[in-house]
């Protein structure tokens, strides 16, 4: 290997010190230099910086930036086949989609959905399962989701709005103001890890489980060219680093979310963690098929990544539900 | 280097009087250009993008439009005169009606612009019709539109909390105190002045034509409750989970049209007119921030940003050093950059060391905001001082604000010590 | 005379965008309070009216900036400038539009040509339930209001070389804001 220096500057979607998303960035452009000995030096560019952080995309696309850290569902409004790598409702959980992406076909199909617009997407650190969000009343049947106002934005939003929810756009500084003066019913965000520091559990007092997101998965968004002019050895340092800190990221989220909700749980001992019924759930599961078979039809392309994560899916969950699924149930009432 | 250097140009490229706005584009353009190259500037519509859909920035508009209805139907001016004769023989009362409606709109805003334009249209051609001392009027009316900084809510308040990762409820609530003491302060300091020169804000002539003097005073409580009632339907739609506080100003705006309607001062033309007016005044608000975020670009794509970590690294690491350094550093830097990127560079240098430091972090936020608020004053880059002499009338000089506000950049200073040294009489130990 | 005729035009313009910004606010007041209207007593919530209120606003700001212009509405920090001649005035005003404001306004808006064109290529649409197609359009608000901010410069040059030549006074003389 030359001596030579190489830099790269990434433009991340996340304020400087955003917890856990803007760490994952760092952990990379650390390991990338570390690794390198130095010859790969990657600086970011945080949101209060760059001030768009939904023109990531566009920037790592016209080469004003090299890297981008964000998620891919972002895009769905510029490029629809982006919104299949982040998550999905009732979809893969986070090992299930891992093992999709790395070894059931999805790196590839991203590369084809990403690569005609001279990019290339990778993993960029898992959330895990995102809870259902903070409601202020309860929901027990179809009926109550009617005219229910909730922050719930991109598909998920769509699968609620066919069932006579009405999404609602709130400019995230005043949606702490807005759920506790019931301007809008619910809302969700992400889970314990990143709902401590918003304060919702002070006011509102239900927490509904997850359907929505079952493993959010953020990006790193790579230039291509900016890609190919690296030699080979600082290729594989720069995807190992990706690949190191979304693991780290994921790990992080898990940790954080089971320190945050025992702190949550501590000072709001009433906050009733809830599940929708199953109804609800059911109703849900429909419009989202319905709406999925709607995409399926209307793009090749996302009939092609649709089936593949379907078929992947079926097989892993058989393997999930005989090993943590069953080991977990068997745990039940032990301590009895 | 740069940015320092190019503070300085910019400095003196104000003093030309060539419109603040494209000055500072033009400014940034140069040093941009020459540090960055011509590829630098594709980063300018992303940024104003950042504004086009940045919602809350809405209420600055819609604020405007209640203001110059209310101003056109002399509403406004029925209302300050009356609040001004309510407080009778008291000299300044024009002065204290301001910062009272000052405070109403903080309460249900927290943008700067809307406020300080809003007031500058009602109550700065009262005042001067009443012989007020024009830098004392125009000092109030900055200082009082500047309060929906530390009022909740508040856009500072907001992203503090974001930034240092505190329940921005938690803020609000930590930020009541400090802004009423602020609001107290204010009005004392009229009462003072006024008392010490009577001549700086006489007191409204009572005139005996209009009847006796219970008289007046029942018109004049008449005369406040139209507008009053319209300051309330805007606080109440938002604590009434009507509205949002962005929401509110369209509600504001649509409850002055009606308030006219009610009052037979309607025509189509005056609508018109009044619309045509706010959206002067918004572009002239909203092309200062353009030019402000070409120059904060600037700055920080040509390493203005790692100057300043480089300052605040070296900050001591003991208690009271820290904070009286960090406090200073702010309002320095203040005087110079916009509040929205100090919060963003600046704070999350220093927000660990505070945390290592044991140090009460929503105290700190309230420390910082405050701090904030005082940058919007100070002159030359004062926002509150450009939006005001966007509106004023011609016989007002830059100077004349220049000097107006420096007494209340004293009390806030004085009320940002008396946090610093008795965080438990707010109630923040 | 061809000069301060061809000013009146481009002035034209300039109001011309500020009479539909203004009615462009109009319609924006009575946005919100549907929406608000519709939420509170209607229990319905439109994503793609929501939406609609930024647009309208962005475009509101965004073409009221070279109205601002025509119409002297723009902030100035006048502790010498007010005490210059006319003269005096106008070279200010031409020199800082010829450096600062028309090279700062068209380079904005050359690189907001291509912000809009690749939100039209893509077809970017809002990716929000319901919400609005065609981003394009109000991205390339960005482009057609700087470039009419340098139309609005080209006619303060034409103002100021008028002054100077001591043909009109146009333009230096506006009303404040409110009177
Ligand atoms: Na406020
Ligand atoms: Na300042």
Known sequence: ?336 | MIGIIMFFVALVMLLFGFPVAFTFGGVALIFGVFAEGWDMFAFMPFRIQSYMENTVMMAVPLFIFMGIVLQKTRLAEQLLEAMGKLFGSVRGGLAISTILVGSLLAASTGVVGASVVAMGLISLPVMMKYQYSKSLACGTICASGTLGQIIPPSIILIILGDVLGIPVGDLFQAALGPGVVLIGCYILYIVVITWLNPELAPAIPYDESLGTRSQQIRDALKAIVPPLALVLIVLGSIFSGIATPTESSALGGVGAVVLALIYRQFSWKMLFDSSLETVKVTAMVFAILMGATAFSMAFSYTGGDYIVEEVLLNLPGEKWGFIILAMIAILVLGFFIDFVEIAFIIVPILAPVAEALGINMVWFAILIAMNLQTSFLTPPFGFSLFYLKGVAPRSVKTFDIYRGVVPFILIQIAVLVSILVMPGWYGMD | MFLVSLERTLGRYSLWLGKLSAVLLLLLLCNVFYDVLMRYAFNDVSIGMQELEWHLYAAIFLLGIPFGLQTGGHVRVDLFYERLSLRGKAWIDLVGTLVFLIPFSLLVGWYGVDFAREAYELGETSGDPGGLPARWIIKSVIPVAFFSIAISGVGMILRCINAIRGVSSDGFDHDPIQH
Do not use: C
Request: hydrophobic share 35%; proline share 5%.
């Open chain 1, 1 to 336: 290997a030359d001596g030579k220096v190489y830099r790269m500057k990434m433009a991340e979607t996340w304020n400087s010190n955003f917890p856990i998303f803007g760490d994952a960035p760092r952990e990379m452009a650390r390991l990338a230099e570390e690794m390198s000995d130095g010859r790969l030096k990657i600086t970011i560019d945080s949101a209060n910086k760059h001030k768009a952080p939904f023109g990531v995309f566009d920037m790592v696309r016209s080469g004003q930036y090299d890297l981008g850290h964000s998620a891919s569902y972002y895009w769905k409004g510029k490029v629809p086949n982006t919104l299949y790598f982040t998550t999905m409702p009732f979809g893969m959980t986070t090992p299930e989609q891992y093992g999709w992406f790395y070894y059931g076909g999805g790196q590839a199909l991203s590369d084809k959905v990403y690569g005609k617009f001279g990019l290339r997407s990778y993993p960029g650190g898992n959330t895990g399962n995102q809870m259902g969000g903070w409601f202020q009343k309860e929901i027990n049947s179809v009926e109550d989701l009617q005219g229910l106002k909730m922050r719930i934005p991109g598909f998920a939003g769509e699968v609620m709005a066919k069932l006579g929810a009405k999404p609602t756009n709130i400019p995230s500084g005043e949606l702490f103001t807005a759920l506790e003066r019931r301007t809008i019913d619910a809302l969700e965000w992400v889970g314990p890890s990143l709902d401590l520091r918003m304060g919702f559990h002070k006011i509102a007092p239900y927490y509904y489980t997850g359907w929505h997101e079952p493993a959010t998965e953020l990006q790193f968004l790579v230039n291509d060219r900016s890609y190919k002019r690296l030699p080979a050895d600082l290729q594989v340092i720069l995807k190992s680093a990706m690949k190191l800190s979304a693991y780290n990221m994921y790990i992080q989220s898990y940790h954080e979310s089971a320190e945050n909700w025992a702190t949550m749980k501590q000072e709001f001992p009433n906050i009733e963690v809830k599940t929708f019924p199953e109804s609800v759930m059911k109703a849900m599961y429909k419009a989202n098929e319905e709406l999925l078979a709607e995409k399926a039809a209307e793009d090749p392309l996302a009939k092609e990544i649709l089936d593949s994560q379907a078929e992947y899916m079926k097989k892993a969950r058989v393997w999930t539900n005989i090993s943590d699924r069953a080991y977990l149930d068997s745990l039940d009432n032990l301590a009895d």
